[in-house]
């Protein structure tokens, strides 16, 4: 099964920006939509943002939109999400997954370890 590889994360101040990285295995990009999730502290999964395999058309949970941006370079078959305006509460871990498409949040592939963002105030 499938299984994503995340990066990026780290420690900003409230404010400040991360870009996080999703890389997944060739053609992967072509043929699945990608989706970011989150988990915070004590919190169920989030899924927060979606860009679609056949279009690149994008969906943000309203606690990220205008925020958060959602991209992808299927040459180097990674997506991208670019965090602004970080705030304490975006404190997580970050994951990403393949799923069919971006009606909702459904994961397909399997949890890789994620990578931690901590903002502090």
């Known amino acids: 099964q499938e299984q994503l590889v995340e990066s990026g994360g780290g420690l900003v101040q409230s404010g400040g920006s991360l870009t996080l990285s999703c890389a997944a295995s060739?053609?992967?990009?072509?043929?699945?939509?990608i989706a970011w999730f989150r988990q915070a502290p004590g919190e169920g999964r989030e899924g927060i943002s979606c860009?679609?395999?056949?279009?690149?058309?994008?969906y943000y949970a309203d606690s990220v939109k205008g925020r958060f941006t959602i991209s992808r370079d299927n040459a180097k078959n990674t997506v991208f999400l670019q965090m602004f305006s970080l705030k304490p509460q975006d404190t997580a871990v970050y994951y990403c997954?393949?799923?069919?498409?971006?009606?909702?949040?459904?994961?397909?592939?399997?949890w890789g370890q994620g990578t931690q963002v901590t903002v502090s105030s």
């Open positions: 060739e053609f992967i990009l072509d043929y699945y939509a």
């Open positions: 997954a393949t799923q069919f498409d971006c009606d909702g949040f459904s994961p397909l592939s399997s």
């Open positions: 860009i679609s395999s056949s279009d690149g058309s994008t």
